[in-house]
């Protein structure tokens, strides 16, 4: 596998469905580049919505900090996630 190539998989996780969107559009033919990208993508909108959710219940008096714990929480199950899939992206495999 090519360096650029890695360095466009790895950009495409960094930068979650904004760079996913770059390489998916401008990539037509590699296959791999592609379903990462979409992996992107979809991994950044899962995790936008959800926080967006929560940011607002977060400011629910007294039920505000079990939100905002939430929230945390799924910020790091986010970032676990996203080290996976770079690591599995690096290496050439298809991660679903």
Known sequence: MKTDYKVELLLA???T???GLIIYFLEKRDRLLRF???QSILLGVVFIIPS???WILSWIPFLGVLF???RSLLG???LALTIVCIVK???GDMYH
Do not use: D
């Open 68 to 70: 905002t714990v939430i």
């Open 89 to 91: 992206s690096w290496n």
């Open 17 to 19: 469905f904004v760079g």
């Open 36 to 38: 990462h990208a979409m």
């Open 13 to 15: 996780y960094i930068f």
């Open 76 to 78: 790091i199950a986010w």
């Open 52 to 54: 967006i959710v929560l």
